[in-house]
C-alpha cells in the first residue's frame, strides 16, 4: 500500500523525526488559508500515488497565501500519470544549504533491509545508482540487531564532516529506521533531507510504502488508505478477497492462482490479444466470489469477451462449475464467455457447464485462442 | 530417488486441527506421507483423525515421535512464530505453505532457521512432492507421475498446470518443488537446482519463474557454472506492468528491475532453453531427456 | 537497586500484566480507609526490601477495614531483617484456584536472561531448585531474538493444561519480559502468579531488582529509589560516587578499588580484627571524597579505628597523601587512623603523611595489623 | 611471549580525546604499545599528541591503519555502542575499560562480538599487560617485570597488589590480564587459562577471583581436567555479606551462590593452592615453578 507524503511525514514526526509543518488542503481557499497562517513563502504539492511530481508540475513555490491559492488551485485537478489531484500539501519553503537522500528499503537479494544515503539529494536514486553508485553509500541492517548506533552515525559521517550536523542526522536515521520497522514499511525514504544554513538537519519529503501482508496488525497505518485515490474496481477487488489489476486490453482473465493468471495474460498476447487484467480468484469456489469476479470485469466497459482458466489441483473443478453456473444465475452477464477447467473432476465439470449454455474445455491454449478471437468479433 | 524429502520422512503438522490442516493432513497421509504428529495448542492429547496424535509444542511433537520435518497451516499472524517453533523444535525441514506472511517477520525468521540448521521451504508456497514417495504441502498428488524431470517453480497452480502437461504427456517428476511467491523465502532456486544436480533420479530440470527480483537471473548463472544437467524454464508476467503487485506479494517490477524480459534473456544467455508458452516446456524437456 | 512490590506492581501494570488492584498506607488509619473503598476481606503486606516477609510477620489476611487498621498497625514499625517497615500494600484478597511461579533473572553461566516457570507457586524458588529442580522449568533468552511467541507458549502449557489459562500464562510472560528489559531488571518474579476460579490469571506479588548501572537512562525507575529505605551511610556514600557498605565490625577500612577492598577487609579478619565496612573510593585523589569517606566512617560509632590502603597505579601516592592531610584539615577525626600507600611515588607519599603526623606504611598486611591493634586498644 | 597480545599488535584507542583516553594513550605509548589511530565520532582529521591520527569511525581507522585491536574508554551510556563498532570493523581484540554498562547492553553485544569473531576482553576491566612487549588499558606499566608467570584476575587494584608483591620478589611475568568485575564479560577464566597452558613462556599461572558467580569453580574443573602448568588462587571477599553488591556489579553473593568459601573449596578439590592472604601467593608460586 501506498501513503501520501503528508502522512508518512506524520510517521515520521510520531518517531521523532524533525520535519517541518505543513498542512494539507482540497481547495484552493484552504490552501490559501494555511499559507496566510504560516505566513511568507510556502511550498504547493500534490499529493498523490505517483513519483515525477515535480516534472508534472505537481510541486509549486507560492510567494504569499494569495499566490498560494493560485498554485493550489492550478495543481487541485491536475492528471499525474492517470491519477487526479485530490490534496496538496501546503507548507513554509525551507532555507536550503545542502540536500541529501536517505532511503531504506526491503532488499530481497540480501534478505534484509538496505539503508541507503547519499549526498546527492533531491534527485533520483535509482537513476543516480545507475549512472554513479559510488555516491551511495549503503548499510545491509541484521533484523536480529536492529540499526546499531555506530552504523547509523558511520551513514551520517557519509553524508556530513561537521559533527552538529552528522549527530543530528544519525539521530534521524536511526528513527526513519524505528518508523520504516514500525509501520511495516517495504520503502522509506526522505528526499531530500536538507540541513539549513543555520545548521538544522530536516526531513522535507517523505515516502512511505506498506507490506500490505502487514497491515492487519497496524490498523493506524490502514486507516491511511486512501480510498479515493485508489480504482474503484481494484477496491472491490481488495474488498472481496481478490487480487485484481485492470489493465488496457479486452479479454477479461478471471484465474486461480497468481502465476497462472500471468502466465494466462501473457498467452492471451501470444495469440494475438491484449489482456484486459489481472485476476487471481485464490482456491475458492465459493459463488459470491466469482459473482464478485464478473461484476469487476463487467463494469470495465474496454472487455469484450471473459475468460475463465482454473486448474482444479485441490479445488475440485465440479465445484468450480456450480459457482459458475450459481453466479451467472444471479447476475446478467452480456458478454461472451469461454471457460477451460482442468484436473480434479474436470469431466464433470464440463458436462456441468454444456448443460448449462457455457463453451467450455479442458487446454489452457485452446481457451485463450478462443477468448480473443470472441473479443475481436471473429467468432461468434 | 528425490530431494529434500525421502521415504524416512516423518511430518509433524503445525495447525493439524485447522480447515486448511486438517483436509491436507488426509491428503497427505493418502498419498502415504508419514505423518506422525500434529500440533494446535490447547488440543494437545487429542488425537487426529483416531491416528494422529496432536500436542500442545512443536518440542513436544518432536520429542515424542522423532518428526523430522514440518508443515505449516496456521494464520498469516502467526507463521513466522510457527516457523520459529519449529525451528528450535530440531526438525531438519519446514514447509510453510501460509500466505500473507509480514515480510518483516521473515526478516528475522530466516538466521534463525539458518541458525538451527534446518531448511525452511516457503512461506506462500505449494510445499513439494516426491511421486510415489511422499509430499509435504498442497500439491495436489494425483497430477504427478514418478520420472526424471525436477520441477522447481515460484508458482502454485502455474506448477500444477506444467506437471499435469506433463504427466499427459507420459514424462514424470522426480521432484516437484514450490519454492513460494514471496519476496523472502527459506530456499531459492539456486538451493534446488544444487539438490537436482546431485540428486541421481533427476535427469533434467523445468524451472518456472515470474516477474520480480533477481532470483531467476541468479539461478541461471548457477546453472551456466555449476549444472551438467539440462535445464529448460518459463517466466510468467510478460505482460504485467511496473510497480503493480501481481498477486504474490514478490511478483512486482520494482523500477526497471525483474522483467521477465531480462529473465528470459538471463535464461537464454546461460543456455537454459525458454518456453514461450506453458505448453512448450513438454517439447524442451522431452527433447533433452 | 531494589524496588519495592507495589513499584514493581506499577511497571507490571504498565506493560498490560493483570495485577488486582492496590493501594499504599503509611499509617493504620490509611489502611482502614483503602480497606474500605475495596470492601470485604483484604490482604495488608509490608513493603520492605526483605524476603521473607511472611514468615517474619509482615503479611496478614484482615476480615474488613477495621481489622485491616488493626494488621497494619501491627505490621507498620515491625523490624523485618534489620529494616523497619514504613509502609504496607493493601489489596482485596483474592479467590486462589491454583499459585504458580514466574521469574526471570539475569544468568551469568548463560550470559542470558533465563525465564523460570514451576507450578509450584508462592514458595521460595531457591529452596525448589535445590529439593527438587525437575518442578522448574527454564528457558534461556537469546537477547537477539528476544523471547519468541511459542517459547513463552511453551511455558505457559507446562503451568497450565487448560488453553484458557496457558494463553493468558503466555500473554503474562511476554508481558514480564518486556518489563524486565524495559526496566533495566536483572530479576523480576511473579510469585505468586494464580489462576482464579474464574479461570483468570493474574500477578498478586511482584518483586524486581534493577541494574545499578540501568539507571542513568531510567528516569523514571531512579524515581522509584526509596531513600527513607536506605541506610543514611550508604546514601551519602552513593550521592558521592563512593561505593560502602556497612558491616557490625570496629575497623574502618578506606580502599581505592573493589578487589582489594574485599582482600583488606579479609585481611582484617584474617588479624583477628573485624571489618567495620567496605568502602571503594575509587582512583581518584580529590579531597572532598576522602573528606565524605572520613564523614561516612566516623558516623558509625562502632568504628575504632579507620585504615586507609591504597595501591598507587595510575593514581599517585603522594597526591592521595595530599588529599588525605587537606581532608583531616577541613574534618577532625579524632579516631586512630593507619595509612598505608604503595605504588607510583610511595616514598613521596609517606614522607607527607609522617610530616603531617599520620602512620604511614607501605606494607599491606603491617597497616592491616596496626588497623586491627589499634581498634583493639592494644596499640597506642 | 605473551598471550592475546604481541610485539605486532596495533591499536585503536575509541574515546582517544577524552580525559581517561588521552592519559591512558600516552601512558600505553610511553610502554611501547603501537598506537596506530585513534577515534572520536566528529574529531576525525585530527592529529593526537602529533603522531595518532583521529576518525570519525572505527572502520575509517582500520581501513587506514590497519589496527588489530581497539581499546576502549568511553562512557558507560556509548561504551557497548563502541563494543558493536570495533567488532563490526574487524579488529580481532577489544578491551572495554568502561566501568558501569548496563547488563542489558552486554546481552547483545557479546554474541555479536563473538559471531564476527573477534575477542572481547572486559568491559570494566584494567586490560592487559605484557611485560616488556605491550600493554592495552590501564595497568601500571612500572610495577610488571618479564618473567614466567600468567597473572589472570577479575580485580583491578588487588592485581596490580599481586603483581607488585611478585616483582619486588624478583618474579617476573608473562602477560597479566584483568578480565573484569561485571557480570557478563567477553573473556573468562577458562579463554585465559587455556591461553597460559598454550603459552610457552608461561610457567604457572595466579588466578584471582572474588565472590559472585561460579566462574571461579568452572574455572577450577578446566583446571584440574585441562592444565598441565601448576596454579594458584586467590578470592577476595570472604568477609563479604551475602546479597550486597561490593563496588563491582558482578561481586554479590546471591542467595547462597557465589561464596569465598565456596570457590576456594572448588579450588582445592581441583589442586590449585589457594593463598590466604595475597602476600602468600608469592610464596605459593616460587615454590611451584
Redesign the interface.
Known amino acids: 500500500m501506498n501513503i501520501h507524503e503528508y502522512q508518512a511525514r506524520e510517521i515520521l514526526r510520531a518517531h521523532g523525526v524533525p520535519v517541518p509543518p505543513g498542512e494539507v488542503a482540497t481547495t484552493p481557499e484552504e490552501a490559501e488559508r494555511i499559507a496566510a497562517g504560516y505566513g511568507g513563502m510556502v511550498v504547493v504539492k500534490a499529493q498523490v500515488h505517483a513519483g515525477g511530481r515535480g516534472k508534472a508540475g505537481g510541486v509549486k513555490l507560492a510567494d504569499d497565501a494569495a499566490d498560494a491559492r493560485e498554485k493550489a488551485d492550478a495543481i487541485l485537478g491536475l492528471e499525474i500519470k492517470g491519477l487526479t489531484v485530490e490534496k496538496v500539501l501546503v507548507a513554509p519553503a525551507e532555507d536550503i544549504a545542502t540536500e541529501a537522500y536517505l532511503g531504506i528499503v526491503m532488499d530481497r537479494g540480501s534478505q534484509s533491509d538496505v539503508i541507503m544515503v547519499s549526498s546527492e539529494g533531491g534527485i533520483d536514486i535509482e537513476e543516480v545508482a545507475a549512472t554513479h553508485p559510488e555516491a551511495i553509500r549503503k548499510l545491509a541492517v541484521d533484523a536480529r540487531y536492529g540499526l546499531l548506533p555506530h552504523q547509523a552515525s558511520a551513514l551520517a559521517y557519509a553524508l556530513y564532516s561537521d559533527a552538529k550536523l552528522a549527530r543530528q542526522a544519525a539521530r534521524i536515521i536511526s528513527q526513519l529506521y524505528e518508523a520504516y520497522r514500525a509501520a511495516g514499511c517495504t520503502l522509506a525514504e526522505i528526499n531530500p533531507l536538507i540541513s539549513t544554513p543555520a545548521g538544522e538537519v530536516k526531513a522535507i519529503d517523505a515516502k512511505m510504502n506498506i507490506d500490505d501482508n502487514a497491515l492487519f496488525r497496524l490498523p493506524n497505518v490502514e486507516a491511511m488508505r486512501d480510498e479515493a485515490a485508489e480504482d474503484p474496481a481494484e477496491r472491490k477487488a481488495r474488498e472481496a478477497g481478490l487480487s485484481y489489476i485492470q489493465l488496457d486490453g479486452d479479454v477479461g482473465c478471471c484465474v486461480n492462482g497468481a502465476g497462472l493468471a500471468m502466465a494466462t495474460m501473457d498467452l492471451v498476447k501470444y495469440y494475438g490479444g491484449e489482456p484486459a487484467n489481472f485476476l487471481d480468484i485464490g482456491g475458492s469456489s465459493n459463488p459470491d466470489k466469482v459473482v464478485t469476479a464478473f461484476e469487476i470485469m463487467t463494469s470495465d466497459t474496454k472487455v469484450k469477451s471473459i475468460l475463465f482458466n482454473i486448474f482444479g489441483g485441490i479445488t475440485r473443478c465440479d465445484d468450480v462449475a456450480n459457482g459458475i453456473v450459481e453466479a451467472t444465475r444471479r447476475i446478467v452477464v452480456e458478454l461472451p464467455i469461454a471457460i477451460r477447467l482442468t484436473g480434479t473432476n474436470e469431466e464433470l465439470a464440463v458436462d456441468i457447464l454444456k448443460e448449462n449454455g457455457f463453451e467450455a474445455m479442458t487446454d489452457m491454449d485452446e481457451v485463450v485462442k478462443r477468448a480473443v478471437a470472441m473479443a475481436a468479433g471473429t467468432s461468434s | 530417488m528425490s530431494i529434500f524429502i525421502d521415504g524416512n520422512t516423518s511430518l509433524v503438522v503445525q495447525g493439524i486441527t485447522g480447515r486448511d490442516g486438517s ?2 493432513t488426509r ?1 497427505m497421509i493418502e498419498y502415504g506421507t508419514k505423518v506422525v504428529a500434529g500440533v494446535t ?4 492429547g487429542q488425537v487426529f483423525d483416531e491416528s494422529v496424535p496432536v500436542f ?4 513436544e511433537a518432536v520429542e515424542k515421535t522423532g518428526a523430522s520435518a514440518s508443515a505449516i497451516y496456521v494464520p ?3 507463521a513466522s ?2 516457523i ?2 519449529a525451528a ?1 523444535a530440531g526438525v531438519d525441514l519446514i514447509v510453510c505453505i501460509t500466505e ?5 517477520d ?3 525468521a ?3 532457521v539458518r541458525e538451527k540448521g534446518a531448511r525452511l521451504i516457503g512461506p506462500n508456497c505449494p510445499g513439494l512432492i516426491a511421486p510415489g514417495i511422499g509430499k509435504i504441502g ?3 498428488g ?2 504427478v507421475t514418478p520420472g526424471p524431470v525436477g520441477i522447481v ?9 506444467v506437471i ?1 502437461q506433463l504427466t499427459r504427456h507420459g514424462i514424470g517428476q522426480s521432484t516437484c518443488i514450490g519454492i513460494g ?1 514471496d ?2 523465502i527459506g530456499t531459492d532456486f539456486v538451493d534446488c537446482l544444487r539438490a537436482f544436480e546431485e540428486d541421481p533420479s533427476t535427469g533434467a530440470v523445468a524451472m ?1 519463474g ?6 531467476e537471473q ?1 539461478a541461471a548463472e548457477f546453472v551456466r557454472d555449476h549444472m551438467s544437467k539440462p535445464v529448460v524454464g ?1 517466466i ?6 511496473p510497480g ?8 512486482i517490477i520494482s ?2 528491475e525483474g522483467t ?1 524480459a531480462e529473465k528470459m534473456s538471463a535464461f537464454r544467455e546461460c543456455d537454459i532453453a525458454v518456453a ?4 512448450d516446456l513438454v517439447g524442451l524437456i522431452e527433447s533433452r531427456l
Open positions: 483436509f491436507h491428503q495448542p490447547g488440543k494437545g500442545d509444542t512443536v518440542a498469516a499472524a502467526f512464530s510457527a520459529f517453533e528450535d500473507g506472511v509480514p515480510v518483516g521473515m526478516m528475522t530466516l538466521p534463525y498442497i500439491l495436489p494425483q497430477i517453480s515460484r508458482s502454485g497452480t502455474l506448477t500444477y498446470e499435469f511467491g519476496p523472502l518456472i515470474e516477474i520480480g527480483g533477481t532470483d541468479v518459463f510468467a508476467g510478460q505482460t504485467a506492468p503493480r503487485r501481481m498477486g504474490h506479494a514478490g511478483a523500477g526497471s521477465a514461450e508458452r506453458p505448453a
